[in-house]
């Protein structure tokens, strides 16, 4: 369990925490992944918060693996200058000692004030050591208001 500093000393996160934590942390990388601003090895560090068999539902319904994953991430790099991605509305929905599912908005705006917004739900394995890996991943988009 990850630590936090309290006005009264060191606690201990709860899982909501956790989560909220690990999928800010995630979406950061991305984004500055997205917009080159990070080293060709970011990939590397990016790709390994993924579980060897993780899988993913993108909100075009294609279904990927780490591998399809890491392919979809290094096409990406650079891509999106100026986009900024925020991450909200994070709940967790089951909590086990193998893991926690959670669900969350990402909006991803970029500079000429272009948007789109999904809904996710993932699967976070519960790691000993550091950072929980991602085992699932599925993302809907969310439509436009007209």
């Not at 993924?50 to 993913?56: C, L």
């Not at 925020?86 to 991803?108: L, N, W």
């Not at 993932?122 to 988009?141: D, I, M, V």
């Amino acid at each position: 369990m990850i630590a936090l500093r309290h006005h009264n000393g060191i606690r201990s996160m709860t899982r909501l925490e956790q989560a909220r934590t690990e999928i800010v942390l995630l979406h950061e990388q991305i984004e500055a992944w997205f917009r080159g601003e990070a080293a060709p090895e970011a990939l590397d560090a990016l790709i390994a918060c993924f579980d060897d068999d993780f899988a993913m539902v993108t909100v075009r319904g294609e279904r990927l693996d780490r591998d399809s994953t890491r392919h979809l991430f290094a096409r990406l790099g650079g891509a999106r200058p100026g986009i900024a991605i925020t991450i909200d509305d994070v709940a967790v929905t089951v909590d086990s000692p193998e893991g926690c599912m959670v669900s969350y908005r990402e909006i991803q705006v970029l500079p000429d004030g272009s948007s789109n917004q999904r809904h996710s739900v993932a699967w976070l394995s519960t790691a000993e050591l550091g950072r929980p890996r991602w085992r699932f991943l599925q993302e809907t988009s969310i439509p436009q208001a007209a």
